[in-house]
């Protein structure tokens, strides 16, 4: 009947599928989880362990993933993994972010690296848009300047 | 307005560093937990199903021996009237 032959054929295409995937965005995507985990670019195991665990996931899902991008699964797997393992990670290491908490940093990379619009995000990680905003707004000034010149600050000339 | 937009492109621009580099194996490793994970999947699947078949057996057989749809026969006679 060779319906043995056509699943293991179809298991290696899809791995092939995969792989493509994983060649193409596994950079951006392990970028962005060390910026997550707040590791530096040589040494981010912690990032690396996260991004296989979410990838894992996506090939899991691959044939029902019908047409949403994996791109897209694999970064809100991402986020929403850090997000349960946040207090694992509260200590940066050395990366950009590591003066943020975990959250502002989830904040900071879905909105301001991966450019995920407020209304995703705040459905990405189960909060109020207004308080997506205020993470980012504080964020933001966290990152400029150690805090100092929040909305307060108008007179200053750039 | 811009001035906020400003300062969030900064933001950007201070994140946008260089990649760090891919291990080599990355794809394979996540392939064969993902194997593993719908495996699981597999095997949890499998195990419900064998439940429910056990649980429908054993409701039929109690059913045919019981049959508790009948009626009981009664456990006393009724009282004896019109006499």
Redesign the interface.
């Known amino acids: 009947m060779g319906e043995r032959g056509g699943r293991e054929g179809e298991h290696r295409h899809r ?1 092939r599928q ?2 493509a995937f ?2 193409g965005a ?3 995507l ?2 962005a989880a ?2 997550l985990t707040a590791e530096t ?2 040494r ?1 195991p912690r ?2 362990a996260l ?3 979410s ?6 899902q ?1 044939d029902r993933l019908r047409g949403e991008d994996p791109y897209d699964r694999t970064r809100a797997d991402l986020a929403a993994r850090f997000a349960r393992t946040a207090w694992r990670h509260h200590r940066g290491k050395g990366g ?2 590591s003066a943020l908490t975990p959250q502002e940093r989830l904040v ?2 879905l909105r ?2 991966e450019g995920v619009a407020e209304e995703q995000t705040a459905a990405l990680l189960g909060l109020p848009e207004e308080r997506v905003r205020a993470v ?2 504080r ?3 966290a ?2 300047g150690g805090g100092q010149g929040t909305t307060a600050a108008p007179g200053r000339a ?1 | 307005m811009t001035r906020h937009e400003q300062r969030e492109d900064e933001v950007r621009r201070m994140l946008e560093t260089p990649y760090p580099q891919v291990p080599g194996d990355l794809a394979a490793r996540a392939v064969e937990r993902g194997n593993r994970l719908l495996h699981r999947d597999r095997m949890t699947r499998r195990a419900l199903w064998a439940l429910l078949v056990v649980a429908v057996l054993v409701f039929t057989v109690w059913a045919a021996r019981e049959r508790p749809w009948e009626v009981p026969p009664a456990g006393t006679t009724p009282p004896l009237e019109g006499l």
Not at chain 1, 55 to 60: I, K, M
């Open positions: 791995t995969f792989e994983v060649a596994a950079g951006r392990l970028h060390t910026l670019r040589t981010n990032a690396q991004l296989t665990a990838l894992a996931h996506t090939y899991a691959w950009v972010l900071v990379v301001l690296y980012c707004a964020s933001v000034s990152l400029r750039s």
